[in-house]
Structure formats: C-alpha cells, structure tokens
Nanobody, 123 residues
Framework: QVKLVESGGGSVQTGGSRKLSCVGS????????MAWFRQAPGKEREGVAA????????YYADSVKGRFTIWQDNAKNTVYLQMNNLKPEDTAMYYC????????????????WGQGTQVTVSS
C-alpha cells in the first residue's frame, strides 16, 4: 500500500521559514515526479513545486519562485519543500503527491496523495 506522509507544517510570521517533508512508503520510486500542492480555504488546489526524482528537473509556480526550494533524498524516500520569506497568501494546506504522466504542476493525474499539513502565515 502506497502512503505519503507530510510533516513540518505550523504557524509562522510573515518573512519566516518552514521546511516540509514528505515520506513515501510502499514503493520505490526512481525517476518519477513528486510534487507539492496547496489549497487555501475557498480556493482550488494549485501546484507549488515539483521534482523528478531521477534528478535535474524542477518546476515552480511563479508565485513561489525564488522563495521555495524542492529537493529529494532518494535513500529516505523523502521529498522536502523549503519555504522562505513566507507571506500570508502562502497560508494553505500543503499536500504531497507522487507519480503523474501529466505536466508536473497539474493537479489531475497524480496517483498518490498525502493527507496534508497546514501552514499558516500571520502578518
């Protein structure tokens, strides 16, 4: 059974940082896509960052470029999202997703999803 578990969410003030982790189990991933999405209340889920675990390909939403960094530790089946210079508009539930054949920041197509971790940025 494939499972993705996110952690690292919490409350932070504007300008602060958080590091999210997503641990995968039940499969061994090689070169497939893993991504972070977020969903704020009343809004659609949106792609934040994605990475192909074989290395060398990264994707970021324009709204987070230069502030967020995604990377992986294949030995630990873990993908991380470092979020710096956080803004109130970054407040959302953050979800990890794995394995898609579609464009990496598109919600539809991912086979596996985690339960999410809440990030709240206060002004």
């Amino acid at each position: 059974q494939v499972k993705l578990v996110e952690s690292g969410g919490g409350s932070v003030q504007t300008g602060g940082s958080r590091k999210l982790s997503c641990v995968g189990s039940g499969y061994r991933y090689t070169d497939h896509c893993m991504a972070w999405f977020r969903q704020a209340p009343g809004k659609e889920r949106e792609g934040v960052a994605a990475i192909y675990t074989g290395g060398g390909r990264f994707y970021y939403a324009d709204s987070v470029k230069g502030r967020f960094t995604i990377w992986q530790d294949n030995a630990k089946n873990t993908v991380y999202l470092q979020m710096n210079n956080l803004k109130p508009e970054d407040t959302a539930m953050y979800y990890c997703a794995a394995d898609t054949r579609m464009p990496p920041l598109r919600v539809g197509g991912y086979k596996y999803w985690g339960q999410g971790t809440q990030v709240t940025v206060s002004s």
